[in-house]
């Protein structure tokens, strides 16, 4: 369903916005990040994702963050460009 995956996709962003600012990660920094479970999200909203966090979607060092989307746990990795 079209809108429960906008949604979630809303979710996404703020967790990750989220979890950038208790980095101590300004806005203006660029990051590499790293979602797992959520590829259908991806494939269709990746672009927006990526404009929303600052951020180039790809594989990322760093710790594992575990959030609950829907009826699944997506796991989340981020890491800060050089």
């Known amino acids: 369903d079209a809108l429960k995956q906008e949604g979630d996709t809303r979710d996404l962003i703020r967790t990750v916005q989220r979890l ?6 300004s806005f203006t920094d ?5 979602i797992q479970g959520a590829d259908e999200i991806l494939k269709q909203y990746g672009e927006l994702i990526e404009q ?22 997506v ?8």
């Open 20 to 25: 950038r600012k208790e980095a101590g990660l």
């Open 30 to 34: 660029r990051i590499t990040l790293q």
């Open 52 to 73: 929303e966090t600052h951020s180039s979607l790809g594989s990322a060092g760093g710790d594992d963050h575990t959030m609950e989307l829907g009826d699944r746990k």
């Open 75 to 82: 796991t989340i990795r981020f890491a800060r460009k050089q």
